[in-house]
């Protein structure tokens, strides 16, 4: 099934950066979560992601597929230009930001919605919003009730919340009590240096204030985006399984809200079992795609098939820092969501039509009814003064 027509509503990515950092950034770091030296010089090019994307691009810049002569083209290319071209080749007519990485050295939203051809909408990430505001507050309390006000305040032009929690402390969120959390917050503070801002480490806070974080984002219909699964090594994979959000579906207190799993790889099987019984769980099958080899990409979509409805699943690219990542991601994301319900209708687990608007609802119909539409520039917002 070919669905190059269907343009993506991708709902989980970060921008692309500004040419001098594009100029400067090896190939090879866009082709692996490694950061460690030796694996990005001696064991990336081996990788069977980097050698289909090679070609690929090697192609797209119509050159030998060679490191050297893909490296020369896009050294001789029109940044802007390759970027416009490559997302009009995505078919990607909205994205979702996640504005909390690489700060500074990536395009802003408001950047990316004028200079590329899409609509460009901000996800908020709910850790780097805490973290700039500890030197602010001796007190916890006060601490928490500005992060409450400040999500509030801005709930109104946001797409969406997104916690990188599962990187910190895991996905196993506690309930503290107020002394607990007053205690982290104390120790925290006193091995701070003046003026840095913090990774947050701290369970009890981090745990305290995501809780706080989920219940505006419920009160205010906010889908939350969660890391869970496979990432860079700075994440623990063990805490990272999906599962252990089991106690904030069950929460009596959160009814309502939504959760997006991000990536959930491997855990792809585990997700789809918690998005066929909890209303608020949602799947998305980003970085996995374009990531892994064509069997681990098939299996992965397969996998998220066996329980998951197809109104829970959502399809992103996950794309950061160059506009070749949207490009591989939507063409391969494609390719491989038609190949998967074409073996559905070959088998009888869905009608041709039936995969036909599955197609749909994963490219862009589960996540348009999922996120908030954009408030008009000229209606008025509930923003406090
Ligand atoms: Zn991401």
Not at 145 to 161: D, I, K
Not at 183 to 194: E, H, I, P, S, V
């Amino acid at each position: 099934m070919n669905l190059d027509h269907i343009p993506i509503l991708d709902h989980h990515a970060h921008a692309i950066f500004h040419e001098a950092g594009w100029r400067t950034a090896p190939l090879e770091s866009y082709f692996t979560e490694a950061y460690d030296p030796e694996v990005l010089e001696r064991h990336t090019p081996h990788g069977i992601f980097y050698r289909r994307s090679l070609r690929e691009l090697a192609e797209f810049y119509g050159c030998e597929p060679q490191r050297t002569a893909v490296d020369a083209a896009r050294q001789a290319a029109d940044y802007l230009e390759v970027a416009q071209r490559m997302i009009r080749g995505a078919n990607i007519d909205t994205v979702l930001l996640d504005d909390g990485l690489f700060t500074g050295e990536l395009m802003s939203v408001a950047e990316s919605d004028s200079l590329l051809p899409w609509q460009a909408r901000r996800v908020l990430r709910l850790e780097a919003v805490l973290a700039g505001l500890v030197w602010q507050h001796d007190r916890v309390s006060d601490l928490l009730h500005s992060f409450e006000s400040h999500l509030r305040q801005v709930a109104p032009t946001l797409a969406g919340l997104k916690s990188v929690i599962a990187y910190r402390t895991g996905l196993a969120v506690e309930k503290w009590d107020a002394g607990e959390v007053q205690a982290a917050y104390d120790a925290l503070k006193r091995d701070l240096k003046t003026g840095e801002t913090p990774k947050l480490t701290s369970k009890p806070l981090l745990d305290t204030a995501l809780l706080l974080a989920l219940r505006v984002a419920r009160d205010v219909d906010l889908p939350v985006q969660f890391h869970t699964g496979y990432g860079d090594p700075d994440l623990d994979l063990r805490l990272a399984n999906p599962l252990h959000l089991r106690s904030l579906f069950e929460d009596p207190d959160l009814r309502g809200l939504k959760i997006v799993m991000l990536h959930c790889y491997p855990f792809t099987r585990e997700a789809g079992y918690l998005a066929s019984v909890y209303p608020g769980a949602y799947l998305d099958l980003s970085l996995s795609i374009p990531f892994l080899s064509q069997h681990g990409m098939r299996t992965h979509v397969h996998e998220a098939l066996h329980l998951s409805p197809l109104s829970k699943l959502l399809f992103a690219t996950d794309a950061s820092r160059t506009p070749e990542l949207f490009y591989l991601g939507a063409r391969w994301g494609r390719r491989m969501l038609g190949e998967v319900l074409d073996d559905t209708v070959r088998v009888g687990d869905l009608t041709a039509n039936e995969a036909e608007e599955a197609a749909v609802m994963l490219l862009r119909g589960n996540a348009s009814a999922l996120y908030p539409a954009p408030v008009q520039p000229n209606a008025p917002t509930q923003v406090q003064a």
